[in-house]
């Protein structure tokens, strides 16, 4: 058979600050850059991400995989028209080059809003559809945060979603897809769908798999399984101001019954949890107050999240909001990553290491609460910002951050670079020369994945919320196109537009 490949991944925050241009996509931004053609393969090889899993199960086949383009950016406001239309150009126009194809495999994230469209999945599947006819299995993967919508849906034959947050499970879900194409290369129907969304919104700090209700209710999942369904929990990306975003749980299978069956039974099981969904949030002193006297007696790090300057969730990575709380508390052996400003990274290298440098540290957010942070620092420390990750979520991704440097004010380092990945990885503080396991408190710039590598070294994770981007009580969002009636947090106050 022939299998056309290609991916387009982005996490649209509608709220967000910053928009999604082309030239971001050929960066990167902490994930794979822009890749087209023969090199696709290669370049995404070994990472985990869902293309590189779906290939590594069709390798072993007899099948022939041709490559379209592959692209994802970090997370941020709308994708402009001129980025989406270029590379959703890119995929469509090596597809029609490729005919006759017998599947087309699509590695999506699921929660793209662009400068003209709501739905850029929808969309792109739609535009494939037209291409390839209804007869040929159009397929693709999911992030865990979709915001699955109906025409995404009707333009695909099979929809698989990751079930870890944080995402350790990418590559294994590429392999799922896979494994699931097959089959119906194999023979096998087109699968029923059934589809239902939840009506009320979860906050990301609330979502994590390795916290409860999402532990246990993904556990289930997987039992209820095992009559046939392909079942997948789509907790949303809850920062996109359109009727669609928010959880949906939908599930495909030969029998329509075996489907509803499983998707019932799962939404059920979820509105019994809904008041469950809840994570403690503190203000910066409060957090870096009680990370201080938790670590007066601990052997291992105090982990604060900066939840609201997430760049997995729109955030530009450049808040000062924590660093202030550090530095005003006094903090002791304190890390900070990753604070993005290009101009303190530039400046650090023309004076050097070891020399002392007066400057403006990052607050470019545009937020309001936020601002520059004017103090001196010593440069401990110089990179060019090239390492590979080594964590359970970035495994294999080999980052480019550009100009790098380690700035010390008092007790506290900050991790500068120059672009802007979250901090999810233990090798985004060695890189520079920080190690994380010797610090008494590490301020990280992520709402949950860095939990997949930073759990296991923490004596406890606070999350904390200074001014950025991805707020963490949604209602404080200006919403005014979300679906009537769902509620705005579990068991919170339902949206009417006005």
């Not at 995404?152 to 499970?169: E, K």
């Amino acid at each position: 058979m022939r299998i056309a490949v290609g991916g387009f991944q982005h996490e649209t925050n509608t709220f967000a600050p910053s928009r999604a241009t082309f030239e971001r996509f050929e960066k990167g931004e902490g994930w794979p850059p822009l890749s087209r053609g023969a090199n696709l393969f290669e370049t995404v090889a070994g990472i985990n991400i869902p293309v590189a899993g779906f290939l590594s199960a069709m390798n072993h086949s007899r099948h022939t995989l041709i490559p379209t383009a592959w692209a994802a950016a970090s997370p941020s406001a709308r994708v402009t028209e001129d980025a989406f239309e270029r590379i959703a150009g890119m995929i469509v126009e090596d597809l029609k080059t490729a005919m006759p194809v017998d599947a087309v495999y699509l590695d999506l994230h699921g929660a793209m809003v662009t400068e003209h469209l709501d739905d850029g999945e929808g969309e792109l599947l739609a535009r494939v559809r037209s291409i390839v006819g209804e007869r040929v299995p159009v397929v693709a993967s999911l992030d865990l945060h979709a915001n699955v919508t109906q025409r995404m849906q009707q333009n695909a034959d099979l929809l698989i979603a990751y079930r870890t947050y944080p995402h350790v499970d990418m590559a294994d879900t590429g392999e799922r897809v896979a494994r699931c194409l097959q089959r119906l290369l194999d023979g096998a129907p087109r699968p029923k769908l059934a589809s239902k969304r939840l009506p009320f919104l979860i906050p990301l700090q609330a979502q994590s798999t390795m916290m409860e209700p999402n532990n246990s209710i993904y556990a289930e999942l997987a039992r209820l399984e095992a009559d046939g369904a392909v079942l997948s929990y789509t907790t949303g990306f809850p920062a996109a101001d359109f009727p669609e975003c928010g959880p949906v749980v939908f599930s495909h299978a030969d029998d329509a019954s075996v489907a509803r069956k499983a998707t019932d039974a799962l939404w059920q099981l979820i509105n019994e949890a809904e008041c469950d969904y809840d994570c403690p949030v503190y203000e910066p002193d409060q957090a870096i107050r009680k990370a201080m006297a938790i670590a007066v007696n601990a052997s291992r790090p105090v982990v604060i999240a900066d939840t609201q300057d997430n760049p997995g969730a729109g955030g530009d990575s450049n808040t000062t909001g924590m660093l202030r709380a550090l530095v005003a508390n006094r903090a002791q052996r304190a890390a900070l990553g990753l604070m993005v400003d290009r101009d303190a990274a530039r400046a650090a290298h023309a004076a050097g290491e070891g020399s002392e440098i007066e400057i403006a540290l990052g607050g470019q957010s545009r937020i309001h609460g936020d601002g520059p942070f004017h103090a001196r620092f010593v440069v401990d420390r110089l990179s060019e910002g090239r390492f590979t990750c080594a964590g359970p979520f970035y495994r294999g991704v080999r980052m480019n951050i550009g100009p790098c440097a380690c700035l010390r004010i008092g007790g506290v380092r900050v991790v500068v670079a120059s672009d802007k990945p979250q901090l999810a990885d233990q090798e985004m503080y060695r890189f520079i020369g920080i190690e994380p396991t010797s610090e008494k408190i590490l301020v990280n710039k992520s709402s949950v994945h860095f939990r997949a590598d930073f759990a296991p070294i923490a004596e406890e994770i606070l999350v904390a919320k200074a001014p950025g981007p991805m707020l963490a009580d949604l209602t404080e969002f200006p919403w005014q196109r979300l679906a009537a009636g769902i509620r705005l947090t579990p068991n919170g106050k339902p949206f009417q537009p006005s």
